[in-house]
């Protein structure tokens, strides 16, 4: 994929720097493990006006002092699932997939999980109150490309409604074909003066429905974007989203470029490059490094646990980065033990170094025509 920043080899996965950085790694240190793109979210820039003074830098490639491709999001997956996390306890606030999550931590057995939704959606946008001032703040299809073309990355998306994973047939319906109006209206707002060399791509939703997803890329791919994003809900399970895939995939063209949207665990990357996905972007590996959780050819394992407080192992023996080839699990469950800010830097940098690698050693599988031998290697099946 060509960027006016440079050229992203794919599949890729696009690490996320929320606020505008990786929390624990430089971006120079990132792309050299691999990282050629980077995913900023829109929302943090425009709750609180910053993407003004961004503007006065001159966009973000500017303001963050990097030459590398960036992508914004439009904004709207912060608003909704702001609204429906807090009502029926998905999102961000739990698992994204609701049937795996664990007993204790949904809302249907713990009503003190259950709060008041703090988004009203209309047909013009979504109102919705700034958690952290209690500032009521609106956001639609004109404010949200308008703040992305300020913000200035290479690849912007356009606005959309994430519906939660237990919204039901008829308001997924409605809410769909309100999407396809503000895609019309996100298309608009991007295609004004002063024209950019931003590209501009479409989202398909439809929730765990056949008919509305296969709807749904039928009537964005025929949009002018310049190329698509599957965005949530997809389903109960991570099963139920191989099955949307298989819906939505085979219905966009081939030569525009396919993102799955905040989608990024190892299995998932399998899943989705096996089914046409180009880029992925996810917060787990800075997430996971963050909560002590490290990613290893052998699972997860969790270096705040008791178990490795004396192991002189490397975090993981495959791993080839400076991480592995330098420090102990022993130290760096000490630091996390401790909160010592440089333990979760190690692991940060271990966990995207992992992540960069595998999209690497995907991308060399395609190539040589042993993607599903690496696959079975890596998921053991
Ligand atoms: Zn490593």
Redesign the pocket.
């Known amino acids: 994929m060509k960027t006016p920043h440079g050229t992203i080899h794919t599949p890729a996965f696009v690490p996320v720097a929320t606020k505008g950085a990786l929390r624990g790694l430089s971006f120079e240190e990132a792309n050299k493990f691999g990282g050629e793109v980077f995913m900023i979210n829109t929302f943090h820039f425009y709750v609180d006006g910053k993407y003004k003074l961004v503007k006065k830098f001159g966009g973000l490639h500017e303001f963050l002092n990097i030459d590398y491709p960036l992508m914004t999001d439009s904004g709207g997956f912060q608003v909704f699932s702001l609204g429906f996390g807090l009502e029926h306890g998905v999102g961000k606030i739990s698992n994204m997939f609701p049937g795996e999550n664990k007993p204790g931590k949904h809302p249907k057995d713990n009503p003190a999980l259950k709060k008041k939704n703090l988004v009203k959606i209309t047909e013009e946008g979504a109102e919705f109150k700034y958690y952290k001032n209690g500032k009521k703040l609106f956001l639609d299809a004109e404010t949200s490309i308008k703040t992305q073309k300020q913000l200035g990355a290479d690849i912007i998306f356009a606005f959309d409604e994430c519906t939660s994973p237990l919204s039901d047939y008829e308001y997924t319906k409605h809410s769909v074909a309100r999407t396809h109006r503000w895609a019309i209206r996100s298309l608009k707002e991007f295609n004004k003066t002063p024209k950019t060399d931003q590209a501009l791509m479409g989202i398909i939703q439809g929730g765990e429905f056949k008919d509305l997803r296969e709807g749904a890329a039928k009537y964005v791919s025929s949009l002018p974007f310049f190329g698509f994003g599957i965005g949530g809900p997809l389903g109960q399970s991570k099963r139920d989203m191989h099955k949307i895939l298989d819906w939505t995939m085979p219905l966009l063209p081939e030569n525009k470029p396919r993102h799955l949207l905040g989608i990024g665990d190892v299995d998932d990357i399998f899943n989705g490059v096996e089914r046409g996905i180009d880029t992925f972007d996810c917060v787990n590996p800075t997430r996971l490094a963050r909560h002590g959780t490290a990613l290893t050819h052998g699972g997860r394992i969790s270096l705040k646990s008791g178990r490795y407080v004396n192991s002189r192992e490397?975090?993981?023996k495959r791993?080839?980065?400076r991480?592995?080839r330098g420090y102990s699990r022993a130290y760096i469950s000490s630091l996390l033990r401790e909160w010592e800010i440089y333990g979760v830097m190690l692991l940060v940098e271990?966990n995207l170094?992992?992540v960069l690698n595998l999209m690497e050693e995907i991308r060399r599988s395609i190539k040589d025509g042993r993607f599903l031998e690496l696959k079975r290697r890596y998921l053991g099946k």
């Open positions: 490397p975090v993981d791993c080839q980065c991480v592995c271990h170094f992992y």
